[in-house]
């Protein structure tokens, strides 16, 4: 009985007593979920351009901010880093296409996402052999001190991210829709024939859309890093996207950004007003189960359609 | 002409539906078995039993659960870990509220008290396909670990969070779990319970259950219309899977390492034996024993590569370099050879039963 | 088809053909803004081979997955045997001896063509996942009697070289062939058959209408199938369902379709081969 109200009970009670506490615990919440949209979307631009269900997209994020943090370190000015880390990833984008996509074209979707994970332990293993396995501070200037706004307490750093994110997806938006290059991306996620038959080869479309998700992984690389340093437990924490995944479906941008924001603004609320009751660092499981239970009644996402299979 | 199967009509469909159909390979498995029962207990060191064979026959087991959810019915789990976890907390708990019980039940109890939580986490399979259950199966990863460090229960109120396995006879004096143990009573016992288990799931996979799990992972539709129910054929993946990784947790407690915490089935076991599954094979028994000796033999080979080559204190390094020809062979062998070591095996045996005449 | 021809012909078989087996009553499905089926009943009598012709996107293969269960349409009904049914589902339709192929192969390519048969056995085994586990009693002895019904098929088909080699490997031919195979394990009362000829030569068509035929006429299957190749419709069937963009456009005799104007006008332009 006792645990019943400390777990449905007092947990309100205490919201509704600090209201103002919580919505700073909520506005936190939200600025973290920018960090998982941002590697959302990053697997949605894959999926949707080559169906490929990237789980490396985390282990990216950790590989482009080794690189750069690397660069930092060697002395390089920041645009020079980040001029070369972007040309690594473009590289990388390529070799992965080269390597691992062509060679497994038309195979089920299933080997190609394990053969994702495959990429995911090579980068894992390559970035930190060559620049080892310690933290690395990252300082890129962004201030990390509260602010007040509307009497709330916020994190200035936070706010900048969102800033980020919000400029980085316009910038998409932008690309997809008045480049040729971004044209040609969004028919080949309509529909691979016609894409083919407006005569962008496949191939060059998907080193495109990989170098594109790698910059989106870099932003979100410098942005993490910067926050809590450069670190293994960067490719972890960018598993998360794979709930924010399930709840805003796969192949929608939206749904990304808004899947991020439930993810991290769930997670957080729940941290802080359930975690104690139940034993603390429920963070680590609450956005797999959220999306579990999410799974059993929209499978779909709150984005994706319903599709009825064909025979 | 070491390895012919001309000659050998198969009068009956009895003997084409026996386990092995092939004499050759009746025999080779009674070699394989008479070396893994009496050979190597008699030649290994403890050494080699605790740090390389032990750990081995498990993760073979564990590979083989995996196999049959993964490989067999299509179903990406990257919580085999945290099932592992669930059979060797379940096997303890049983094991201290109920000392009298016998080590056999206990263990077949974690096993099915596993195959029931697995079955909890399968339930979104009915409406998601392959790869989006990974992230069901990453719920139960993170879910289950947390509960086993987080709640005190479960470790009996141990202020470590370490649960040491109690010593468990198998009859009278003999004991095969816990410090009591040898390692050679140890090993053997864990060999049994793998062996029969791997008999076992030969079996299942070669009869009704494994065809319905295999129909469901090539064509689920077709499946469904020829009457085969896919949420209950999932589950009963699940379940078995679950079950073949619970034990193979609880082993992993009681025999091999005799004390554990919860921190020591974390995702990269699960990632570890999945590994297993693609460079072994999918969808074979076998494979799932090949894989688990590749992977328990890669790291000690290259730290003792490593060491020849006169870098000592390269720990770090040697697992990052795992890391990435990990990576790198899974990749490798999903573009060359899906089925993995178990396929190349066959193309040998194949080769060897033509030889010496291609024709 | 003249090796068809010299069967017994349709006329004569007509003696065969008992009561109404399934019914499809009106019925109307969407897909977001395209209606695949409106308004379509006609029904199906035990012991005969109906075809449903139509032009590409015509609904037929629609109507095969509604008859069976895998859609649900949003008007209508199935009577299975005189039972109306609330919703068709595809276990009951297995269960109730409804199999069929399907128009893009379905088979589970992974498995040997020996396996994929096999699992058209299914619905038939009792046996527990425990006498499984230890292939005994029961379970050894299902397996045997299965395995030698199945044998029979694939003599029937004519296959037996091919029993062990996973059907991905196949070629298209035979991969059809196994489909068959696998439906016929079922021993079905009604075989739906989508597009059981298409993309076959000459002689494989023959090879599949004596099968289809011997089948009807041997074990008294009802055979519902979809076809383009109006030679062979002509051929085998009894009587004939024509759709066109989801309507029912005619219903009859072979002969008397044929000289529909109706029918005319809807494959006008479209080939005849
Ligand atoms: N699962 C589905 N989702 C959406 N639309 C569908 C689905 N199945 C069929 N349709 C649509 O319904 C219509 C009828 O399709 P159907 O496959 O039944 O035609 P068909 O007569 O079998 O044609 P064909 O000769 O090409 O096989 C088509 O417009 C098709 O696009
Ligand atoms: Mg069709």
């Known amino acids: 009985m006792e645990t019943l109200s400390a777990v449905l009970v007092e947990p309100f009670v205490a919201i509704a007593e600090a209201p103002m506490f919580f919505f700073e615990v909520l506005i936190g919440g939200l600025l973290s979920g920018v960090m998982y949209a941002l590697v959302a979307l990053g697997f949605v631009l894959i999926f949707k351009a080559s169906g490929v269900f990237n789980f490396a997209q985390g282990a990216m994020v950790l590989f482009a901010a080794l690189f750069f943090v690397g660069f930092i370190d060697l002395g390089w000015p920041i645009w020079l880093s980040l001029v070369v880390t972007v040309g690594v990833m473009v590289l990388l984008a390529l070799v992965i296409e080269r390597a691992v996509l062509r060679p497994l074209v038309n195979q089920d979707p299933i080997i190609l996402f394990m053969a994702t994970i495959g990429i995911t332990f090579f980068l894992d293993g390559f970035g930190q052999t060559l620049w080892g396995s310690d933290v690395r501070r990252l300082d890129i200037g962004i201030p990390d001190d509260p602010l007040i706004v509307a009497g709330l307490y916020v994190n200035q750093f936070d706010i900048y991210a969102a800033v980020i994110c919000g400029l980085l997806v316009l910038g998409l938006a932008l690309f997809f829709q008045f480049t040729p290059t971004g044209r040609a991306l969004r028919a080949v996620a309509d529909d691979h024939q016609a894409a083919m038959s407006v005569g962008v080869p496949l191939n060059v479309i998907w080193a495109i859309v990989w170098t594109v998700a790698g910059i989106v992984g870099l932003v979100a690389g410098i942005m993490w890093g910067a926050k809590l340093g450069v670190q293994f437990n960067l490719a972890l924490i960018a598993l998360k996207a794979l709930p924010v995944l399930i709840l805003g479906g796969f192949t929608s941008v939206p749904g990304a950004i808004v899947g991020g924001l439930i993810i991290g603004a769930g997670e957080k609320v729940a941290e802080v007003f359930w975690g104690e009751v139940l034993g603390g660092a429920i963070e680590d499981w609450f956005a797999y189960m959220l999306a579990m239970v999410f799974l059993l009644f929209r499978p779909q996402g709150l984005f994706g359609e319903k599709i009825i299979e064909r025979v | 002409m070491i390895y012919r199967e001309t000659g050998q009509f198969k009068t009956s469909y009895a003997a084409d539906q026996a386990i092995f159909p092939i004499a050759q390979d009746r025999l080779g498995m009674l070699v394989i078995l008479a070396v893994a029962f009496v050979a190597v207990p008699l030649m290994a060191s403890d050494y080699w039993l605790t740090t390389i064979l032990l750990p081995f026959v498990i993760y073979g087991l564990a590979a083989l659960g995996l196999n049959i959810l993964t490989g067999y019915a299509g179903q990406l789990s990257l919580g085999t870990g945290g099932f592992m976890a669930c059979g060797a907390f379940a096997a303890y708990k049983l094991a201290t509220a109920f000392p009298e019980l016998h080590v056999l039940v206990v263990f077949a109890l974690s096993g099915l008290i596993t195959a029931a939580v697995g079955m909890l986490f399968g339930l979104p399979s009915l409406r998601i396909k392959g790869f989006y259950l990974a992230v069901a199966t990453l719920a139960a990863q993170f879910f289950l670990l947390w509960l086993f460090n987080k709640v005190p229960w479960f470790t009996n109120y141990s202020s470590s969070g370490v649960i040491s396995a109690p010593p468990l006879a198998i009859w009278g004096e003999t004991y095969v779990t816990g410090f009591e143990a040898t390692p050679r009573a140890k090993y053997l016992f864990a060999l049994t319970v793998v062996t029969l288990l791997a008999l076992a799931a030969k079996n299942m996979t070669r009869l009704k259950i494994g065809r319905a799990w295999m129909a469901i992972r090539d064509m689920d539709i077709a499946a469904e219309i020829i009457g085969i129910r896919p949420l209950a054929t999932k589950l009963s993946a699940f379940a078995v899977s679950s079950f073949y990784c619970g034990v193979a947790g609880a082993l992993w407690a009681f025999a091999y390492t005799g004390a554990v915490e919860a921190l020591a089935f974390d995702i990269n076991v699960s990632f570890r034996i999945l590994f297993m599954i693609i460079i072994g094979g999918l969808g074979s028994i076998l494979g799932s024993f090949l894989g688990a000796g590749f992977i328990v033999l890669l790291p000690i080979f290259l730290n003792n590569a490593l060491l020849a080559m006169g870098m000592a204190e390269a720990v770090a390094l040697a697992s990052h370099l795992e890391f990435m020809i990990m990576g790198a062979l899974i990749i490798l062998f999903l573009i060359v050879e899906p089925h993995g070591l178990a396929r190349l095996w066959q193309i040998l045996k194949e080769k060897l039963r033509k030889w010496p005449f291609p024709y | ?273």
Request: net charge neutral; proline share 4%; glycine share 10%.
């Open chain 3, 1 to 273: 088809m003249s090796g068809v021809q010299q069967r017994e012909s349709a006329v004569q078989r007509k003696r065969h053909i008992g009561d109404v087996l399934l019914a499809a009553e009106n019925i109307g499905l969407r897909f977001g803004g395209v209606q695949a089926l409106a308004g379509v009943s006609f029904d199906i009598r035990e012991g005969e081979i109906r075809a449903i012709i139509g032009p590409n996107g015509a609904g037929k293969s629609s109507m095969l997955n509604v008859i069976n269960g895998f859609y649900q349409p949003q008007e209508g009904h199935i009577v299975w045997r005189g039972q109306r049914m609330r919703r068709m589902r595809p276990h009951f339709a297995a269960r109730n001896g409804i199999a069929r192929t399907f128009q893009n192969i379905a088979l589970f390519k992974g498995m040997t063509t020996l396996d994929n048969i096999m699992t058209g056995r299914m619905l038939k085994m009792r046996a527990t996942m425990l006498e499984q586990a230890v292939f005994w009693g029961r379970a050894r002895r299902e397996e045997l009697e299965h395995r030698a019904f199945v044998e029979r098929i694939i003599d029937f088909l004519e296959i037996p070289h091919i029993r062990n080699v996973p059907v991905g490997k196949l070629p298209y031919g035979l991969q059809k062939r196994v489909e068959l195979a696998r439906a016929l394990a079922m021993e079905p009362t009604l075989l739906l058959l989508d597009e059981p000829m298409a993309g076959m030569n000459l002689e494989e068509k023959e090879d599949m209408c004596r099968y289809i035929l011997d089948v009807n006429e041997e074990f008294g299957t009802t055979v519902a199938l979809i076809e383009h190749d109006m030679g062979v419709v002509m051929d085998i069937s009894d009587r004939v369902v024509v759709l066109d963009y989801g309507r029912l456009l005619a219903d009859g005799p072979p002969e008397e379709v044929r000289r529909d104007p109706e029918v005319i006008k809807a494959y006008l332009g479209v080939s005849q081969d």
